[in-house]
């Protein structure tokens, strides 16, 4: 008899928790966010301040993204 695993656990690449919930969000940003953020920072022409946390990096990336057209 086969069981029907689809409900047992949610598909990790469907379960995008906003940055908010993150348990590390407080934590400063990763290495690979403050590049990426400095790239789109760049390519906007817009400034970031110096004291963003992990969640707040993620927002101004999507923000930044959205503005210069990448991650589309």
Known sequence: MMTDRS?????????????DEWV???EPPTAAQESY???LAREADATLP???????????????????????
């Open 7 to 19: 409900n047992d656990q949610p598909d990790p690449r469907g379960a995008i928790k906003d940055p």
């Open 50 to 72: 110096d004291d963003l946390t992990k969640a707040e990096a993620s927002k101004r990336i999507d923000e930044l993204q959205a503005e210069t057209g990448r991650g589309q």
């Open 24 to 26: 590390t969000g407080d």
């Open 37 to 39: 953020l400095a790239t």
